[in-house]
Nanobody
Framework: VQLQASGGGLVQAGGSLRLSCAAS????????MGWYRQAPGKQRELVAT???????NYADFVKGRFTLSRDNAKNTVYLQMNSLKPEDTAVYYC??????????????WGQGTLVTVSS
């Protein structure tokens, strides 16, 4: 299984970016998907998660600015980030709780995509 993340980049404060993460491989079904981030010198933290049914959970620091969605047919999760702040600068990692066709259940991580917000 691979999680391929894309969409990071450099943006000015107040701007927007959209991250995508597509899962591929021997997948039977995907439970929760989500995004975490890790800023330099800090621990990785939860940004947002979404269940297979579309229920979302957001960290307080992104509520009202970020929107998480998913396309189950494409095994893809999207993070729309608006009103970006310099403190949102971090490497963003996608995560997925996946059940394989072999009935093995694992937690998978994408390679990370850098988001840099300039002031």
């Amino acid at each position: 299984v691979q999680l391929q993340a894309s969409g990071g980049g450099l943006v000015q404060a107040g701007g927007s970016l959209r991250l995508s993460c597509a899962a591929s491989g021997n997948i039977f079904t995907i439970n929760a998907m989500g995004w975490y981030r890790q800023a330099p010198g800090k621990q990785r933290e939860l940004v947002a998660t979404i269940t297979s049914g579309g229920n979302t959970n957001y960290a307080d620091f992104v509520k009202g600015r970020f929107t998480l969605s998913r396309d189950n047919a494409k095994n893809t999760v999207y993070l729309q980030m608006n009103s970006l702040k310099p403190e949102d600068t971090a490497v963003y990692y996608c995560n997925a709780d996946i059940i394989l066709r072999t009935w093995v259940r694992n937690d998978y991580w994408g390679q990370g995509t850098l988001v840099t917000v300039s002031s």
